[in-house]
């Protein structure tokens, strides 16, 4: 039976993001094997156009909501969700995003019929205040099966739900076709961190432990690549160590652009900071796409980017705040530099798009 599906996500491309980046590869793989698959998330583009021309070359059909107030939103959005179950009768739902779970708990309470699994990344666990915790926590007992992101993010869900059956599916990436032979690595060390400049995703934690780095090669570079969001103050940092032009930030950049820059690059950081509100990182996806093109990385332990680093092999985990442990990883990768490059790209291999959506057709035929 060709089965119907529909995937409620917070996010979805063509703007950059984590969750909009799964769930769009979730989407296409789950209609090349066959199921007709809906997508409902938010308008996040001025540009309505751009947005529609790109849903419009999907194999997918695309349905988003125009963001108004905080009351309208929700409630266009809630309109808009009931209209296409519906409509379209879904065998199978899907919600990807602290809202979609909200969505998906309501939908199950009148559509007994639909199947429905939670993705879990980190972040919609901690979101938002006491009463926002509270309903995503009751979102997610509604939900016949739960996907988390990671072993770390299980273990949040855990905490709050110990009763919870949690199945771990990786986040996939896709394989480049080619890296570009002519680019040529910068040297002496190129470091680089893709993802929004944010407290969450550490840039800060990095930019502390320049200092150190430089005081072992003083021509080190850092390049950040991502929405600017929290920019100035992250320029504040710099001015205040004095780091001049040890730092470079390169704004959103392309697919193209972006790989080219992490083929010129030597080492993928990414040092992800516990907020007091209680986000974290789920995953490491940028960590496996550096990896994938021979970067080896330095990430948090005691996150959800554990579980795309191994140990020694792909890269090291170091204490975020330690710029010392932050060094010896650096100097150990540097010294048999070849070694980590060529395991990062085997380590890439097993996350694939093509064997994780396996898991994902296994958890939803089950």
Same mark, same amino acid.
Request: charged letters at 20%; aromatic letters at 10%.
């Given at each position: 039976?060709?089965?119907?599906?529909?995937?409620?996500?917070?996010?979805?491309?063509?703007?950059?993001?984590?969750?909009?980046?799964?769930?769009?590869?979730?989407?296409?793989?789950?209609?090349?094997?066959?199921?007709?698959?809906?997508?409902?998330?938010?308008?996040?583009?001025?540009?309505?156009?751009?947005?529609?021309?790109?849903?419009?070359?999907?194999?997918?059909?695309?349905?988003?909501?125009?963001?108004?107030?905080?009351?309208?939103?929700?409630?266009?959005?809630?309109?808009?969700?009931?209209?296409? +179950?519906?409509?379209?009768?879904?065998?199978? !739902?899907? $919600?990807? %995003?602290? #809202? *979609?779970? =909200?969505?998906?708990?309501?939908?199950?309470?009148?559509?007994?019929?639909?199947?429905? +699994?939670?993705?879990?990344?980190?972040?919609? !666990?901690? $979101?938002? %205040?006491? #009463? *926002?915790? =509270?309903?995503?926590?009751?979102?997610?007992?509604?939900?016949?099966?739960?996907?988390? +992101?990671?072993?770390?993010?299980?273990?949040?869900?855990? $905490?709050?739900?110990?009763?919870?059956?949690?199945?771990?599916?990786?986040?996939?990436?896709?394989?480049?076709?080619?890296?570009?032979?002519?680019?040529?690595?910068?040297?002496?060390?190129?470091?680089?961190?893709?993802?929004?400049?944010?407290?969450?995703?550490?840039?800060?934690?990095?930019?502390?432990?320049?200092?150190?780095?430089?005081?072992?090669?003083?021509?080190?570079?850092?390049?950040?690549?991502?929405?600017?969001?929290?920019?100035?103050?992250?320029?504040?940092?710099?001015?205040?160590?004095?780091?001049?032009?040890?730092?470079?930030?390169?704004?959103?950049?392309?697919?193209?652009?972006?790989?080219?820059?992490?083929?010129?690059?030597?080492?993928?950081?990414?040092?992800?900071?516990?907020?007091?509100?209680?986000?974290?990182?789920?995953?490491?996806?940028?960590?496996?796409?550096?990896?994938?093109?021979?970067?080896?990385?330095?990430?948090?332990?005691?996150?959800?980017?554990?579980?795309?680093?191994?140990?020694?092999?792909?890269?090291?985990?170091?204490?975020?705040?330690?710029?010392?442990?932050?060094?010896?990883?650096?100097?150990?990768?540097?010294?048999?530099?070849?070694?980590?490059?060529?395991?990062?790209?085997?380590?890439?291999?097993?996350?694939?798009?093509?064997?994780?959506?396996?898991?994902?057709?296994?958890?939803?035929?089950?």
């Amino acid at each position: 039976m060709n089965k119907r599906l529909l995937l409620l996500t917070s996010e979805f491309p063509p703007l950059p993001g984590g969750i909009g980046t799964h769930a769009f590869h979730l989407a296409s793989e789950l209609s090349e094997k066959g199921y007709t698959v809906q997508v409902h998330t938010n308008r996040r583009m001025t540009d309505y156009e751009e947005e529609a021309a790109f849903d419009r070359s999907q194999s997918f059909t695309v349905r988003r909501t125009e963001r108004k107030n905080w009351g309208r939103t929700y409630l266009y959005r809630i309109a808009a969700v009931l209209q296409i +179950v519906k409509q379209k009768q879904p065998h199978i !739902l899907i $919600a990807s %995003g602290k #809202f *979609s779970l =909200w969505m998906g708990a309501l939908i199950s309470l009148f559509f007994t019929s639909i199947s429905s +699994v939670a993705i879990i990344h980190g972040t919609e !666990l901690k $979101a938002g %205040g006491f #009463f *926002s915790r =509270w309903f995503t926590k009751m979102s997610l007992k509604r939900f016949e099966k739960v996907v988390a +992101v990671s072993h770390f993010t299980k273990n949040k869900i855990a $905490a709050i739900l110990p009763d919870v059956c949690v199945t771990v599916i990786p986040n996939g990436i896709v394989l480049p076709a080619a890296s570009f032979s002519d680019v040529q690595k910068e040297l002496p060390v190129s470091l680089v961190t893709v993802g929004n400049l944010t407290r969450r995703k550490g840039q800060h934690n990095v930019i502390n432990a320049l200092p150190e780095l430089l005081s072992w090669k003083a021509t080190i570079q850092y390049h950040c690549v991502g929405l600017p969001t929290e920019l100035e103050a992250i320029k504040a940092k710099i001015n205040e160590l004095q780091l001049g032009d040890s730092v470079i930030f390169h704004g959103v950049l392309t697919e193209t652009e972006k790989r080219v820059r992490l083929q010129k690059s030597h080492v993928f950081i990414m040092l992800s900071e516990h907020l007091a509100n209680g986000d974290f990182e789920g995953f490491g996806i940028a960590v496996l796409e550096a990896n994938a093109l021979g970067l080896p990385a330095i990430g948090s332990v005691n996150s959800g980017i554990a579980d795309a680093i191994q140990e020694g092999y792909s890269g090291k985990l170091v204490d975020p705040h330690d710029p010392i442990a932050i060094k010896a990883a650096l100097i150990e990768i540097y010294a048999d530099y070849e070694t980590y490059s060529s395991q990062a790209k085997v380590w890439s291999q097993q996350f694939q798009w093509k064997d994780i959506i396996e898991k994902y057709t296994t958890i939803i035929e089950s």
